[in-house]
């Protein structure tokens, strides 16, 4: 089996196989980082617009840094243009489900997270997301998010004692974070 960086390399000469191969292998950890970002919401429009983003940059693509980073900045970077976005239409959870079965209490538990990942500010959550979520290792978290790893570690503390907050109802932590989130501490 080739290495990412070997296929990201025949994507740029033009081979669909290899883009498909690495479609396949990061399709889960790309669909479930976009989600995390953006509440589950326009994921397989993002998911696309990634893959687009990659192909018409496969020909800069760097082979000595790791496929799966550059990847990942990508999917951020429009997720982040994504939040910048005006609001969609608020979900309605009264018809997602009504008769209390597992697949509404999945829905419900799904919106909670959710809901306290909307809460952070975005460089918290985007490194919420990418430590706990997508499984990466601080010095990756950093590499994506292009900070260094202290910075990595001050965010996900920070976020941590937030969650906390939130997820015991403390008084005044129930409120969601402001929609302007530059801040990342």
Same mark, same amino acid.
């Given at each position: 089996?080739?290495?990412?960086? #070997?296929?990201?390399?025949? #994507?740029?000469?033009?081979?669909?196989?290899?883009?498909?191969?690495?479609?396949?292998?990061?399709?889960?950890?790309?669909?479930?980082?976009?989600?995390?970002?953006?509440?589950? /919401?326009?994921?397989?429009?993002?998911?696309?617009?990634? +893959?687009?983003?990659? #192909?018409?940059?496969?020909?800069?693509?760097?082979?000595?840094?790791?496929?799966?980073? +550059?990847?990942?900045?990508?999917?951020?970077?429009?997720?982040?243009? +994504?939040?910048?976005r005006?609001?969609?239409?608020?979900?309605?959870? @009264?018809?997602?489900?009504?008769?209390?079965? #597992?697949?509404?209490?999945?829905?419900? @538990?799904?919106?909670?997270?959710? /809901?306290?990942?909307?809460?952070?500010?975005?460089?918290? /959550?985007?490194?919420?997301?990418? /430590?706990?979520?997508?499984?990466?290792?601080?010095?990756?978290?950093?590499?994506?998010?292009?900070?260094?790893?202290?910075?990595?570690?001050?965010?996900?503390?920070?976020?941590?004692?937030?969650?906390?907050q939130?997820?015991?109802?403390?008084?005044?932590?129930?409120?969601? @974070?402001?929609?302007d989130?530059?801040?990342?501490?």
């Amino acid at each position: 089996m080739d290495a990412d960086e #070997v296929l990201m390399q025949a #994507v740029a000469a033009g081979d669909g196989r290899a883009l498909a191969e690495l479609c396949r292998r990061y399709e889960r950890p790309l669909l479930h980082l976009l989600g995390r970002q953006t509440g589950g /919401r326009d994921v397989e429009d993002l998911y696309q617009d990634t +893959w687009l983003r990659v #192909v018409r940059a496969a020909d800069r693509y760097d082979p000595s840094r790791r496929f799966s980073t +550059w990847l990942f900045q990508i999917a951020l970077n429009l997720a982040r243009d +994504w939040r910048r976005r005006p609001p969609p239409e608020p979900i309605d959870t @009264a018809a997602l489900g009504a008769g209390g079965d #597992v697949t509404t209490a999945a829905t419900e @538990a799904t919106l909670d997270v959710a /809901r306290l990942l909307d809460a952070l500010p975005e460089p918290q /959550r985007e490194a919420v997301v990418l /430590r706990y979520c997508q499984d990466l290792d601080e010095a990756e978290v950093a590499d994506v998010l292009g900070c260094p790893r202290g910075t990595v570690k001050s965010r996900l503390h920070h976020a941590m004692a937030r969650l906390v907050q939130l997820a015991r109802g403390a008084p005044g932590a129930a409120a969601p @974070a402001p929609p302007d989130r530059r801040r990342g501490l």
